[in-house]
């Protein structure tokens, strides 16, 4: 901003002149349309002096003079005034024809030499360039060295330009300008160029505001208000629709930057000041997060990574929470809260480990514990799924044969075994129990801490394919290959509601965060979503070509995530009209993998690659690549602060990246492909 303001000003400073010398200008050309008077130079003109030294041109011969002579008192003839007439006339229309073409070059110029400063400024910086002349080559003929000197020091600040590499209209057909036609210019293109200058300082205003952190504008705002009340004057009341634009404008940003917040983050450990971040009350939790990262204050490359929370007035800030919501104003100090993390990895060697990822960079290998029963790889098979309790004391495994197991995740000692077929698990949001699916049309409910069977939920005539807890714990939902999909009491195992619209295998299912919604997925190429408890039908999604292999609610529950290896797509969805709002396209046209980050701004995608995507969940737009692995990435997810991705890849190996893009760990030791990834605090 005050970039913006020394530009307006120093413009506003240097055309002074200019305008005087236009006025006298345009002075001169009223004088001139009179029949008495003198031109610059104070020589008379106009009829009386030509005719006064018209004799002396036309003399015929010796007695012409001498009757000349004889009588001084004798008219001209009548054919010789209007001769002379004619000429003067003639010279005088000339003389006006000459200076209207300069008063159009002019305006021309002018308006090029303004368009020729915005082109030469895009991009530059004053790194760039030791000169500005070497930038702006038009600038050394008129040596208006105070204006570019604004110009130069805010060119850096924004890049307001006409598309790079384009040309003058008709550039090319333009002749030289004389120099005698630089020293001036009219009102009217002095107060277009103007108005040209504020109107895109201020389309600008808003993206420069989001990336720098400035001072309070109030001093500057005072300022800007001075410079468009000098286009007002320098306007002589034209262009009145323009400044009432440029007004409007000016009163936009004064309310948006009169909201703006300056946050003070201190550590909650040590109380001292980690960072002061400039915000908008709309602004989410994660905004914060980003600066502190974009700073290098936690998860650098050199230190051990943890996951970072706020803490204000006691109260933790979730992801998506605003700071207006959270109630922080202008000065307010939020306090940095560092957790430890860890991360889970399972891979087709039949192990999984459990990474501590507060270990420095500088250490020789990264500490883990491994969980495997090295019997009981043949029998069992490679490992399908691990997922830990949330309070992460205990741990889940479900291999491909069909076999669960649980494990003391501290220290890596066998807990039980799950009684019954399993091929998937979850743990309740108390994590006191399991729900999985299984081959055998049942799905289960066990203890988490001996493995027995609570309850059998029964009335599949196909395989269970999916089964998930709700956000309270208190429901089942599952998804099975009779096409059907079902609500259970989680206390007694009875069915609440029975799913039916499917045509085909129920392969993924959902709770909304509320718990008031449910979402299913299935082979048939469609998403459904239903009412809970009640099981009535709410909205079926249609875009897929192909089976969806899964489906996600958006931590608002507005919307939903699906995602189909088959037609190598994933879509968002609006749940209220069932629209799809995007369609992102994997590599190689396979989707491993797609999730929403905690705030729910972004999709993670997997796909065919060995680098891994991340989009704008409002415009789709590809924000991050992550490129490293050495093969296809299978499985990503997001740490619970949404400041750390991981990827599981076929090479074997874990990455970890910052959410600014660094890759900040990479976990190795696993034999055999990485087919899952997930993180915990604590």
């Not at 550039?171 to 040209?196: C, K, L, M, Y």
């Given at each position: 901003?005050?970039?913006?303001?020394?530009?307006?000003?120093?413009?506003?400073?240097?055309?002074?002149?200019?305008?005087?010398?236009?006025?006298?200008?345009?002075?001169?050309?009223n004088?001139?349309?009179?029949p008495?008077c003198?031109?610059?130079?104070?020589?008379?003109?106009?009829p009386?002096?030509?005719?006064?030294?018209?004799?002396?041109?036309?003399a015929?011969?010796?007695?012409a003079?001498k009757?000349?002579?004889s009588?001084?008192?004798?008219?001209?003839?009548?054919?010789?005034?209007?001769?002379?007439?004619?000429?003067?006339n003639?010279?005088e229309?000339?003389?006006?024809?000459?200076?209207?073409?300069?008063?159009?070059?002019?305006?021309?110029?002018?308006?090029?030499?303004?368009?020729?400063?915005?082109?030469?400024?895009?991009?530059?910086?004053?790194?760039?360039?030791?000169s500005?002349?070497?930038?702006?080559?038009?600038?050394?003929?008129?040596?208006?060295?105070?204006?570019?000197?604004?110009?130069?020091?805010?060119?850096?600040?924004?890049?307001?330009?006409?598309?790079e590499?384009?040309?003058w209209?008709?550039?090319?057909?333009?002749?030289?300008?004389?120099?005698?036609?630089?020293?001036?210019?009219?009102?009217?293109?002095?107060?277009?160029?103007?108005?040209?200058m504020?109107?895109?300082?201020?389309?600008?205003?808003?993206?420069?505001?989001?990336?720098?952190?400035?001072?309070?504008?109030?001093?500057e705002?005072?300022?800007?208000?001075?410079?468009?009340?000098?286009?007002?004057?320098?306007?002589?009341?034209?262009?009145s629709?323009?400044l009432?634009?440029?007004?409007?404008?000016?009163?936009?940003l004064?309310?948006e930057?009169?909201?703006d917040?300056?946050?003070?983050?201190?550590?909650?450990?040590?109380?001292?000041?980690?960072?002061?971040v400039?915000?908008?009350?709309?602004?989410?939790?994660?905004?914060?997060?980003?600066?502190?990262?974009?700073?290098?204050?936690?998860?650098?490359?050199?230190?051990?990574?943890?996951?970072?929370?706020?803490?204000?007035?006691g109260?933790?800030?979730?992801?998506?929470?605003?700071?207006?919501?959270?109630g922080?104003?202008?000065?307010?100090?939020?306090q940095?809260?560092?957790?430890?993390?860890?991360?889970?990895?399972?891979?087709?060697?039949?192990?999984?480990?459990?990474?501590?990822?507060?270990?420095?960079?500088?250490?020789?290998?990264?500490?883990?514990?491994?969980?495997?029963?090295?019997?009981?790889?043949?029998?069992?098979g490679?490992?399908?799924?691990?997922?830990?309790?949330?309070?992460?004391?205990?741990?889940?495994?479900?291999?491909?044969?069909?076999?669960?197991?649980?494990?003391?995740?501290?220290?890596?000692?066998?807990?039980?075994?799950?009684?019954?077929?399993?091929?998937?698990?979850?743990?309740?949001?108390?994590?006191?129990?399991?729900?999985?699916?299984?081959?055998?049309?049942?799905?289960?409910?066990?203890?988490?801490?001996?493995?027995?069977?609570?309850?059998?939920?029964?009335?599949?005539?196909?395989?269970?394919?999916?089964?998930?807890?709700?956000?309270d714990?208190?429901m089942v939902?599952?998804?099975?290959g009779?096409?059907?999909?079902?609500?259970?009491?989680?206390?007694?195992?009875?069915?609440?509601?029975?799913?039916?619209?499917?045509?085909?295998?129920?392969?993924?299912?959902?709770?909304?965060?509320?718990g008031?919604?449910?979402?299913?997925?299935?082979?048939?190429?469609?998403?459904?979503?239903?009412?809970?408890?009640?099981?009535?039908?709410?909205?079926?999604?249609?875009?897929?070509?192909?089976?969806?292999?899964?489906?996600?609610?958006?931590?608002?529950?507005?919307?939903?995530?699906?995602?189909?290896?088959f037609?190598?797509?994933?879509?968002?969805?609006?749940?209220?009209?069932?629209?799809?709002?995007?369609?992102?396209?994997?590599?190689?046209?396979?989707?491993?993998?797609?999730?929403?980050?905690?705030?729910?701004?972004?999709?993670?995608?997997?796909?065919?690659?060995?680098?891994?995507?991340?989009?704008?969940?409002?415009?789709?737009?590809?924000?991050?690549?992550?490129?490293?692995?050495?093969?296809?990435?299978?499985?990503?997810?997001?740490?619970p602060?949404?400041?750390?991705?991981?990827?599981?890849?076929?090479?074997?190996?874990?990455?970890?990246?910052?959410?600014?893009?660094?890759?900040?760990?990479?976990?190795?030791?696993?034999?055999?492909?990485?087919?899952?990834?997930?993180?915990i605090?604590?």
């Open positions: 901003m005050a970039q913006a303001v020394r530009l307006l000003m120093g413009i506003f400073t240097s055309r002074g002149d200019a305008r005087a010398i236009g006025n006298s200008e345009e002075a001169g050309e004088v001139e349309d009179l008495d003198k031109d610059k130079t104070g020589i008379p003109h106009g009386e002096v030509e005719l006064a030294n018209e004799p002396e041109k036309g015929r011969g010796g007695e003079n009757e000349a002579d009588n001084a008192g004798s008219s001209i003839s009548e054919d010789k005034v209007k001769d002379v007439c004619n000429k003067e003639s010279q229309k000339n003389e006006k024809n000459e200076k209207n073409e300069k008063k159009d070059k002019k305006d021309k110029k002018d308006k090029k030499d303004a368009w020729h400063l915005a082109k030469s400024a895009r991009g530059w910086s004053p790194q760039d360039s030791s500005w002349k070497d930038v702006c080559p038009e600038e050394k003929a008129s040596g208006s060295e105070s204006r570019a000197d604004v110009w130069r020091k805010a060119v850096a600040a924004r890049g307001w330009t006409p598309e590499g384009s040309a209209p008709d550039e090319e057909d333009d002749e030289p300008e004389s120099s005698e036609e630089g020293s001036g210019q009219t009102d009217t293109s002095t107060a277009r160029s103007t108005i040209s504020l109107l895109n300082i201020f389309s600008s205003a808003a993206s420069e505001h989001e990336e720098e952190e400035r001072p309070p504008p109030s001093p705002l005072e300022e800007l208000r001075r410079a468009v009340l000098a286009a007002e004057a320098l306007s002589s009341g034209q262009h629709e323009l009432e634009h440029v007004r409007a404008k000016l009163e936009e004064e309310a930057l009169a909201r917040v300056k946050v003070h983050i201190v550590n909650g450990m040590s109380g001292e000041l980690a960072a002061v400039r915000a908008r009350p709309g602004d989410t939790a994660f905004r914060l997060k980003e600066a502190i990262l974009s700073e290098g204050i936690v998860n650098s490359e050199e230190d051990g990574l943890c996951s970072i929370n706020f803490l204000h007035g109260q933790l800030m979730d992801e998506s929470m605003t700071l207006s919501e959270a922080i104003r202008d000065g307010d100090q939020v940095l809260v560092r957790s430890p993390l860890r991360c889970l990895t399972a891979s087709l060697d039949g192990t999984v480990r459990l990474w501590q990822l507060d270990s420095k960079a500088t250490d020789e290998t990264n500490p883990f514990i491994s969980f495997r029963e090295e019997e009981a790889l043949d029998s069992h490679p490992v399908l799924s691990a997922s830990l309790a949330p309070d992460g004391r205990s741990l889940l495994t479900v291999a491909a044969g069909g076999e669960g197991q649980l494990w003391c995740a501290e220290t890596g000692r066998a807990m039980g075994e799950l009684q019954g077929a399993a091929a998937t698990g979850q743990f309740c949001p108390g994590g006191s129990r399991v729900v999985g699916s299984s081959s055998d049309e049942e799905a289960r409910i066990w203890c988490a801490s001996t493995g027995k069977c609570l309850h059998t939920l029964q009335g599949h005539s196909g395989e269970v394919r999916a089964a998930r807890f709700s956000p714990g208190k939902l599952t998804g099975a009779d096409g059907l999909a079902a609500l259970w009491a989680a206390s007694s195992g009875q069915r609440i509601a029975t799913l039916e619209g499917h045509l085909d295998t129920v392969k993924s299912v959902d709770f909304s965060p509320c008031q919604m449910a979402v299913t997925a299935s082979a048939d190429g469609t998403a459904r979503a239903w009412a809970v408890p009640s099981g009535k039908p709410l909205q079926v999604f249609r875009g897929h070509s192909k089976a969806i292999g899964s489906v996600k609610f958006s931590p608002d529950g507005d919307r939903i995530l699906t995602a189909s290896a037609d190598g797509t994933a879509r968002l969805w609006e749940v209220a009209s069932g629209t799809c709002t995007l369609v992102i396209p994997g590599d190689g046209k396979v989707v491993n993998d797609a999730v929403f980050s905690p705030d729910g701004q972004k999709v993670l995608l997997a796909s065919a690659s060995d680098s891994l995507r991340v989009f704008g969940a409002e415009d789709g737009e590809c924000v991050l690549t992550l490129s490293g692995h050495e093969d296809w990435v299978r499985s990503a997810a997001f740490s602060d949404g400041t750390i991705i991981g990827s599981a890849s076929y090479d074997g190996t874990v990455r970890l990246w910052s959410v600014t893009g660094k890759c900040l760990k990479v976990l190795e030791g696993h034999d055999g492909a990485v087919i899952s990834v997930a993180f605090e604590g």
